[in-house]
């Protein structure tokens, strides 16, 4: 029976400023003192990924900067492919606002685990439903890509939490009560039989 299996991990925690707006898509820096401080983590993480193994990342630096920092405490360095479709979900209009900001704006009352309702959708931006479509796509497009081979893909936290929606059925609402921390590992096989979860929110070393 032939399985694809999808090592997913949430790319590493962003710089304070950032962590203070909502943004998305934006290309933001990652945290310089928490990468220096986690080395041995990435070292754990360096030894659960499997070899060899097929590296996916999306388009924004910080999942590319958290590849690198695996890299060096340990897994040999890889060619990255980048795959648009595992990008973080978009904010539209509101990127780059402050929290609170957002928070007046908005149309629905926000997830108790999320800034927003999962059908909320922002001005020129996402819903988490409009994310798990999207990553339903991605995931079974790169399922038939990479048929039988292990593949670790850097994305990030509302897309994971989409992919896990997509594997069992999971409402957008429901999908956000998954905890996806920064630099986290979750599994999710694919098989003749359809999507299997194999474990979710695994913190390396832990």
């Known amino acids: 029976m032939t399985e694809t299996r999808f090592w997913l991990i949430r790319h590493a925690l962003v710089e304070e400023n950032a962590r203070a707006i909502v943004y998305g898509t934006m290309d933001v820096e990652l945290c310089p003192h928490t990468l220096e401080a986690q080395v041995p983590m990435y070292a754990a993480l360096a030894r659960r990924l499997p070899q060899p193994a097929t590296w996916l990342a999306s388009p924004l630096s910080r999942t590319q900067r958290t590849a690198a920092a695996i890299f060096a405490a340990g897994y040999p360095e890889q060619k990255l492919t980048i795959i648009p479709g595992l990008i973080e979900l978009g904010f539209g209009a509101w990127q780059g606002q402050p929290h609170a900001d957002v928070a007046?704006?908005?149309?629905?009352?926000?997830?108790?685990?999320?800034?927003?309702?999962?059908?909320?959708?922002?001005?020129?931006?996402?819903?988490?439903?409009?994310?798990?479509?999207?990553?339903?796509?991605?995931?079974?497009?790169?399922?038939?890509?990479?048929?039988?081979?292990?593949?670790?893909?850097?994305?990030?936290?509302g897309a994971i939490r989409a992919a896990l929606a997509h594997a069992v059925g999971l409402t957008a609402t429901k999908a956000l009560h998954f905890s996806i921390e920064n630099i986290s590992l979750t599994r999710l096989d694919h098989t003749p039989r359809g999507w299997r979860v194999a474990c979710v929110n695994e913190l390396p070393g832990v």
């Open 104 to 157: 007046a704006q908005l149309t629905k009352p926000p997830h108790a685990f999320w800034p927003l309702a999962g059908a909320e959708r922002p001005p020129g931006g996402e819903s988490m439903e409009d994310g798990i479509v999207r990553l339903a796509t991605t995931m079974d497009s790169l399922a038939a890509r990479y048929a039988g081979q292990d593949v670790v893909a850097v994305s990030h936290g």
